[in-house]
């Protein structure tokens, strides 16, 4: 992720995705992605640490509707954290839902502190998949979990131009991986049970929709919030996602590991 003083996700970025994705979501699909995500497991009860927690929404579907009796959400970006922070206050969910500003690097956790460790789809601005899985799986209990949603490549080789355009239109630090370099990442960390699970074709006829409405219902409203400069370049950005969607490039995955007992 990015250092805290180069925020990737303003005002006009949030008020975009927001709009595209729901209220306190930036990435796709909403609760119901998260629950696939979680895969029908029991969170009820769980210390659970959110890596990437943008403006908060997740959090608190993770406290409210899963039974987590803690979540602690981290971002590096400050102004996401107050986003955040004002959102669980809102939702009264304030004892229940935290949020801490970090720096890139090491996760600042002592050791067993988790039992679940989740992300949705903030994976991607890390470039040190190896490093940040035995993090992981250091600040998890035994029994714990990883459970996450992330966007991967389908390779590691240098991306396509097509890739290449995607990236420079969405101007956030991307470092995208393959399945088989996190599968390789989580079982040299020491998780077992690892489940990758490719979420591409849902998420491609997901964003067709998505920029038909970019296009037509949603375009008025997100020229009131951004401007037609912001608007437009959204537009962009979701044509040239279908493009490495379709060729199969771009793979949104869904992420477990278990650290053993």
């Not at 009860?45 to 997740?58: E, K, M, N, S, Y």
């Not at 969910?93 to 002592?110: I, K, W």
Request: proline share 6%.
């Amino acid at each position: 992720m990015q250092a805290a003083d180069s925020p990737e996700y303003g005002d006009a970025v949030v008020a975009a995705l927001e709009l595209i994705w729901g209220e306190g979501f930036l990435s796709p699909g909403g609760p119901a992605e998260v629950e696939a995500a979680l895969g029908g497991r029991d969170i009820s009860g769980a210390r659970v640490l959110d890596i990437g927690c943008g403006i908060g929404g997740i959090d608190l579907l993770l406290a409210e509707r899963f039974g987590a009796a803690h979540v602690l959400g981290i971002d590096v970006e400050g102004d996401n954290i107050e986003r955040a922070r004002r959102r669980a206050v809102a939702k009264g969910l304030a004892d229940r839902v935290g949020y801490r500003l970090v720096a890139p690097g090491s996760l600042p956790f002592e050791p067993r502190s988790f039992d679940l460790v989740f992300s949705k789809d903030a994976i991607i601005h890390i470039p040190d998949k190896e490093a940040l899985f035995a993090d992981i799986f250091r600040i998890l209990v035994p029994g714990g979990r990883f459970i996450a949603s992330d966007w991967l490549r389908a390779d590691d080789g240098p991306p396509s131009p097509a890739m290449e355009r995607y990236i420079e239109s969405e101007g956030l630090s991307f470092a995208m991986a393959s399945p088989a370099r996190y599968r390789r990442a989580m079982a040299t960390a020491g998780f077992q049970e690892i489940e990758i699970r490719d979420r591409n074709a849902w998420y491609a006829a997901r964003a067709r929709e998505e920029l038909a409405a970019l296009a037509g219902p949603l375009r008025s409203r997100l020229l009131e919030l951004v401007g037609e400069g912001e608007a437009d370049r959204q537009t962009r950005v979701w044509q040239n996602m279908l493009v490495v969607l379709d060729q199969g490039e771009l793979r949104p995955t869904h992420l477990h590991g278990l650290k053993p007992a």
